[in-house]
């Protein structure tokens, strides 16, 4: 469950900051339904949340069922140093994308699905609160991908960390 759920959660950032949100940017008001649809009506946010959630929670059980409870001598050890640095990396990113990123999404979603049931373009308030949105997903979204990346290389090498310390 951690490993599937959280190559889907890395799998989803990584695709929709490379690929889906900069080419919605690049074409700008046309992409306004496929936007919506996207985040709205596929609920894509919710389930890229869902999945980091279930990450995490899976992540932090296994953890506790290594570590006897979370016993600080077994989580900062040798062998499980790696997975108790990358799970803390996973909380942050978690953090990140929930309490920052996944409401400028709603905030979009909200804007668009305005405009699109009132068929009209954007009002000067409306056009700089997408753009704001829109920057401050993209760099906190950047933050999120970095942050699963340490978490992500503490995870995969962890079973060498007691080599090399």
Wanted: aromatic share 8%.
């Amino acid at each position: 469950i951690h490993i599937v759920s959280g190559a889907f959660w890395v799998g989803s950032v990584f695709t929709f900051l490379g690929f889906i949100q900069p080419t919605a940017v690049a074409l700008g008001p046309d992409a306004q339904k496929f936007t919506y649809g996207l985040v709205h009506d596929r609920r894509l946010p919710q389930v890229i949340l869902g999945s980091a959630i279930v990450t995490v929670i899976a992540g932090v059980t296994l953890l506790t069922l290594t570590t006897n409870g979370l016993n600080p001598d077994l989580m900062f050890g040798e062998s499980r140093l790696g997975f108790t640095i990358g799970g803390i990396a996973a909380i942050v990113t978690l953090g990140i994308g929930g309490l920052y990123v996944y409401p400028r999404t709603e905030t979009v979603a909200r804007i668009i699905g305005l405009l699109l049931a009132e068929r009209r373009p954007p009002t000067a308030e409306e056009q700089q609160a997408l753009g704001v949105a829109g920057r401050e997903s993209r760099v906190a979204g950047w933050l999120v991908l970095a942050g699963l990346t340490i978490a992500i290389a503490c995870m995969a090498t962890a079973r060498y960390w007691g080599v090399i310390i």
